[in-house]
């Protein structure tokens, strides 16, 4: 899968050497607090993704509005308030309904895949998700390496998608 | 409930498409928790009072084994070069096949919980797993509260367990 702005990242976090001496933005070793929903839409920005702050309509709770492979995703906040800012983040994608979805097909990708988790909702809809902690910092790399899972997994998905469409006789 | 743990699973192949720029190869910062440095998560089970034992897995990369309640688990390490460099932990628990812990009762834990995967293996074992990237470190309370996640989590699964299998 394409990784490319992530490899640069990766790239320079390896050939970091005096992390005890920096700590100013763009340094991969700086540490990162990723319960403000603000902070982690600058982060993905920095990252080489686009991120839109926004509220849902019904419970005025924020979400990060982003795309990968081409494919929107969203990122939202769990447990949060003003004082102390949000305990968890939930990256988030949905498909709608095809035929040969099926949970014998969420199974196979499930039982063979990491970070990765899908599930087919009572409307057949495909849901995708990926769960993290924002108590306590991380390293910047560390945030970006979860965000290079996210999409390099959702990849891989959309390769394990097109294969399950084929090996169903192509019903659309 | 009914569901009988596993002592050993299989490990599963997981790396990304390019694993070579995957490892980390920067020494783990000070104060951190790093899948290249296993005493550090070692520590920081034994810290959130885990019985926590560093081992190899079979491939002879590294792995933790913890005893306790409600069930003994694994975490697995991913992405390394010669069981060094690691790059993420998967932690696992894997139940010998039992009638009803089914697929359809794996996407319903799957539709009404976070963190934790639910999914059967080929061979019939449920298993219950989440993955977390490890490149560049994370803060030993950010890894205290993963930790958590996953044990009150399995605190849930048992009793969901309980009442999804209920008379079978």
Same mark, same amino acid.
């Given at each position: 899968?394409?990784?490319?702005?992530?490899?640069?990242?990766?790239?320079?976090?390896?050939?970091?050497?005096?992390?005890?001496?920096?700590?100013?933005?763009?340094?991969?070793?700086?540490?990162?607090?990723?319960?403000?929903?603000?902070?982690?839409? $600058?982060?993905?920005?920095?990252?080489?993704?686009?991120?839109?702050?926004?509220?849902?309509?019904? @419970?005025?709770?924020?979400?990060?509005?982003?795309?990968?492979?081409?494919?929107?995703? @969203?990122?939202?906040?769990?447990?949060?308030?003003?004082? $102390?800012?949000?305990?968890?983040?939930?990256?988030?994608?949905?498909?709608?309904? $095809?035929?040969?979805?099926?949970?014998?097909?969420?199974?196979?990708?499930?039982?063979?895949?990491?970070?990765?988790?899908?599930?087919?909702?009572?409307?057949?809809?495909?849901?995708?998700?990926?769960?993290?902690?924002?108590?306590?910092?991380?390293?910047?790399?560390?945030?970006?390496? @979860?965000?290079?899972?996210?999409?390099?997994?959702?990849?891989?998905?959309?390769?394990?998608?097109?294969?399950?469409?084929?090996?169903?006789?192509?019903?659309? | &409930?009914?569901?009988?743990?596993?002592?050993?699973?299989?490990?599963?192949?997981?790396?990304? %498409?390019?694993? %070579?720029?995957?490892?980390?190869?920067?020494?783990?910062?000070?104060?951190?928790?790093?899948?290249?440095?296993?005493?550090?998560?070692?520590?920081?089970?034994? %810290?959130?009072?885990?019985?926590?034992?560093? %081992?190899?897995?079979?491939?002879?990369?590294?792995?933790?084994?913890?005893?306790?309640?409600?069930?003994?688990?694994?975490?697995?390490?991913?992405?390394?070069?010669?069981?060094?460099?690691?790059?993420?932990?998967?932690?696992?628990?894997?139940?010998?096949?039992?009638?009803?812990?089914?697929?359809?009762?794996?996407?319903?834990?799957? #539709?009404?919980?976070?963190?934790?995967?639910?999914?059967?293996?080929?061979?019939?074992?449920?298993?219950?797993?989440?993955?977390?990237? &490890?490149?560049?470190?994370?803060?030993?309370?950010?890894?205290?509260?993963?930790?958590?996640?996953?044990?009150?989590?399995?605190?849930? #699964?048992?009793?969901?367990?309980?009442?999804?299998?209920?008379?079978?």
């Amino acid at each position: 899968m394409m990784r490319s702005s992530m490899m640069a990242v990766a790239l320079a976090a390896a050939i970091w050497t005096v992390p005890a001496a920096a700590q100013q933005k763009g340094d991969p070793a700086r540490m990162v607090d990723l319960s403000r929903p603000e902070n982690v839409a $600058k982060l993905l920005q920095e990252a080489g993704y686009k991120a839109e702050l926004k509220k849902h309509d019904n @419970t005025g709770d924020p979400f990060i509005a982003s795309a990968a492979n081409g494919s929107p995703f @969203t990122i939202e906040f769990y447990d949060c308030s003003p004082a $102390k800012g949000c305990t968890s983040l939930q990256f988030f994608s949905w498909y709608s309904k $095809k035929p040969y979805y099926s949970i014998p097909m969420t199974n196979r990708w499930n039982a063979q895949k990491r970070f990765l988790r899908i599930v087919i909702d009572k409307d057949g809809d495909l849901s995708t998700w990926m769960d993290i902690s924002t108590i306590g910092k991380v390293s910047f790399s560390n945030f970006a390496d @979860t965000i290079d899972w996210w999409q390099s997994m959702s990849g891989d998905l959309f390769t394990f998608l097109a294969e399950e469409e084929k090996a169903a006789g192509g019903k659309k | &409930m009914r569901l009988i743990v596993m002592s050993v699973a299989a490990v599963m192949l997981g790396g990304r %498409a390019l694993p %070579a720029a995957a490892q980390d190869r920067v020494p783990c910062g000070k104060d951190l928790v790093c899948a290249n440095a296993p005493d550090t998560v070692v520590q920081a089970m034994i %810290a959130a009072r885990l019985q926590a034992k560093l %081992a190899k897995d079979e491939s002879g990369d590294p792995m933790v084994e913890v005893t306790g309640e409600p069930y003994r688990f694994d975490v697995y390490f991913y992405g390394c070069e010669k069981s060094r460099n690691c790059d993420s932990l998967r932690f696992e628990v894997s139940f010998a096949r039992e009638d009803g812990a089914t697929m359809a009762l794996a996407n319903k834990w799957n #539709a009404g919980h976070r963190f934790l995967t639910a999914a059967v293996k080929d061979n019939g074992n449920f298993v219950l797993s989440y993955d977390i990237g &490890m490149i560049g470190g994370t803060t030993k309370r950010n890894f205290a509260d993963t930790l958590d996640w996953w044990s009150s989590m399995l605190g849930e #699964a048992a009793d969901f367990f309980a009442k999804e299998l209920k008379g079978k």
